[in-house]
């Protein structure tokens, strides 16, 4: 069956510029899950989204970060004015939320995000 | 709190050897453990988890771990190194009520012939 898919695989970008990344969950799975893997801090939770509650967005670094999950499925994270340091590799997960923490994360191939 | 200590951000051994990559954890709640592998390129991929039932869990690939809450430690292993496991390895750790992973640093695993 289909896995997570992100897109773009590849963003470049200008300092100062907004870019968006999509995240397509695995169909059924209610979890979802956003995380962050540059070279200075490993890899780092930024936010989670389970049904229909609010997200835990303890993760995101600064108020330039946001993300939606719109109809519980597909999730976009936003950067606004972005900056060198938010050059990294964005992975998403997801999960069957049924067993809680225990459930098994499947991650996506992430988006590798460049800014100049 | 969580968080996940991993010892050698490289390790390197010869095909056919054993492989032994250490994890260790602190948590504030029961933990559940896993080991991700990560190919260049590509995302994470799940070896194996721990989620309180037999302590030592076998995974994909003839990787296995054991639970030993004495030492707060998930070491992985493998008896026989294949050039094909060259990659990254990471241990991470939730909890109940703690539904985020908590990565460790990660261990590049080099396979020489």
């Known amino acids: 069956g289909a896995g997570v898919s992100q897109s773009p695989s590849n963003k470049v970008t200008e300092k100062g510029k907004d870019v968006e990344l999509r995240c397509d969950p695995i169909?059924?799975?209610?979890?979802l899950y956003w995380y962050r893997q540059s070279l200075g801090q490993g890899l780092e939770f930024l936010i989670y989204?389970?049904?229909?509650?609010?997200?835990?967005k303890s993760g995101l670094p600064s108020d330039r970060f946001s993300a939606e999950r719109t109809g519980g499925s597909v999730s976009t994270l936003t950067i606004q004015r972005t900056q060198q340091e938010d050059s990294a590799v964005y992975l998403c997960?997801?999960?069957?939320?049924?067993?809680?923490?225990?459930?098994?994360?499947?991650f996506g191939p992430g988006t590798r995000l460049l800014v100049l | 709190a969580q968080s996940v200590t991993q010892l050698g951000s490289h390790v390197s051994v010869s095909e056919g050897a054993l492989v032994l990559l250490r994890c260790n954890y602190s948590?504030?709640?029961?933990?559940?453990l896993f080991w991700y592998v990560q190919y260049p390129n590509q995302g994470l991929q799940l070896l194996l988890k721990?989620?309180?039932?037999?302590?030592l869990v076998k995974g994909i690939n003839g990787f296995e771990a054991e639970f030993k809450k004495s030492e707060t430690s998930f070491h992985l292993t493998k008896p026989s190194a294949h050039m094909s496991d060259a990659a990254e390895y990471f241990c991470?750790?939730?909890?109940?009520?703690?539904?985020?992973?908590?990565f460790g640093t990660g261990t590049r695993l080099l396979v020489s012939p």
């Open positions: 997960a997801s999960s069957s939320a049924s067993g809680g923490a225990q459930e098994t994360q499947y």
């Open positions: 169909s059924g799975h209610t979890a």
């Open positions: 989204f389970q049904g229909n509650s609010a997200p835990d």
């Open positions: 948590s504030s709640v029961p933990p559940y």
């Open positions: 721990y989620t309180s039932a037999a302590t």
């Open positions: 991470a750790v939730s909890g109940t009520g703690f539904q985020k992973l908590v």
